[in-house]
């Protein structure tokens, strides 16, 4: 039987992705263990694991280098990919926002928005908003940009608030929710149509019992 490979957004979604495999009855311990190794086999069920950066996981998954993915909402987004969005996992929950200063409403006319989405940014503020914007790419501690003046918003997510309250920033806007999302690559959905149908029904099956405790 041919290997099914599953590309994990490293990080925590990658923890919680092991955690559901588990309720499925696809064990996948050594990812639980700190190692640094970057792909995991399951002899037995003929599976793959890879630990992917997040934003590489709908690439692995459009060029077949991976049958499934595990990876946010906001990446998929980002990254536009052309493969299956087949299941939402409800894990990893949290809002795609626009964010500024607490006291303050969106400013009107040109402005620079950062944010480590820019598709997203665009997208958002030239279809929803009608505004003219210029998007400063950053790639990380986006909440600074206001602090410092480099741009007078931010387009982020926001989880807990914390970062934001922190920084004496706050949701102007909210743009989309966000959760992680079980992606298929096109061909593989057709050739190993039964086995990949197979964990994403197991899956939706747990993630419904989960949901409803
Ligand atoms: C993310 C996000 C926010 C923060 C939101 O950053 O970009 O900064 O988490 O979480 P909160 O609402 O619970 O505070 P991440 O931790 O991924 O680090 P980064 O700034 O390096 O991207």
Known sequence: MKY??????????????????????LDCPVIKEKSRKLIFTDEKNRLKFMLVKATDVPTYV?????????VGKDTILEEGKNL?????LKFGACKMCVC??????????FIKVASK??????????SKKNQTIEIIKLSGSVELAPLCGLSEV????VESGKTLKENGLAVIEEICDISARLVVNRVS?????????????????????????
Do not use: C, H, Q
């Open 4 to 25: 099914l490979t599953i590309a994990l957004a490293k990080g925590r979604l990658a923890e919680l992705s092991t955690e559901l495999f588990g309720k499925i009855g």
């Open 100 to 109: 500024g200063w607490a006291d303050k409403a969106l400013p009107t006319g």
């Open 117 to 126: 989405y820019p598709n997203i940014t665009r997208d958002y503020f030239s």
């Open 62 to 70: 459009e060029y077949g280098a991976a049958d499934i993915g595990i």
């Open 189 to 213: 959905l057709k050739m190993e149509k039964e086995r990949i149908m197979g964990i994403v029904d197991r899956a939706r099956e747990i993630i419904k019992n989960d949901n409803n405790n």
């Open 84 to 88: 299956y969005e087949v299941l939402d």
């Open 154 to 157: 931010i387009v982020d997510i």
